[in-house]
């Protein structure tokens, strides 16, 4: 007799944590890399239309007005590369406790910055993906969704670390 369903809600909510959100942050990465300049493809792609992106994310990080312009350099030359190597690894699934606890982290903080800046009526870019999109209340539901979303995988996927796997053969006394 089996310990446990081969499916049930938490393993349900997992695997729509793992590929909504993997495929939010790799399309996330890619966007802020990639796509405002699209136009430019594929002469200068790699070199003037990335650092191009770059330099403009880096405007938009820094109009949040919480860290230094520095610091928003440096998050905007790692967070798209960090975002698309969490969001790989997250659809992959290999040691999801540990990447889906990184993605939590992350989410938790970006809809706390973004938040903020809602509250304080920042009339800003919310530097989300690639493309211009204006920090609405809109934004902050999303982002308090996808919070909410990688909170839940994280939780179960500790609380299915702990159970048996489904498959394995029942122990015989």
Known sequence: MMESSPLNLRRAIIWIGRL?????????GFSKLLMPNTHLWPMFVLKFSISTNISSFAQQV?????ISPEASQFVA????????????????????RIWATAI????????????????????????????PEKLTGMTVVRDGAFAALALLMTV??????RQPHPWSAPEKA
């Open 20 to 28: 909504v959100l993997g495929g939010i942050f790799v399309y996330a």
């Open 62 to 66: 820094e109009s949040y007005k919480l």
């Open 77 to 96: 030359h790692t967070l798209p590369f960090v975002e698309i190597v969490l969001g790989l690894l997250l659809l992959i699934g290999w040691r999801l």
């Open 104 to 131: 939590t982290v992350i989410m938790v903080g970006f809809l706390a910055v973004v938040t903020r800046a809602y509250l304080l009526h920042m009339d800003i870019n919310c530097g989300c993906f690639g493309t």
């Open 156 to 161: 179960f996927a500790f609380l299915e670390a």
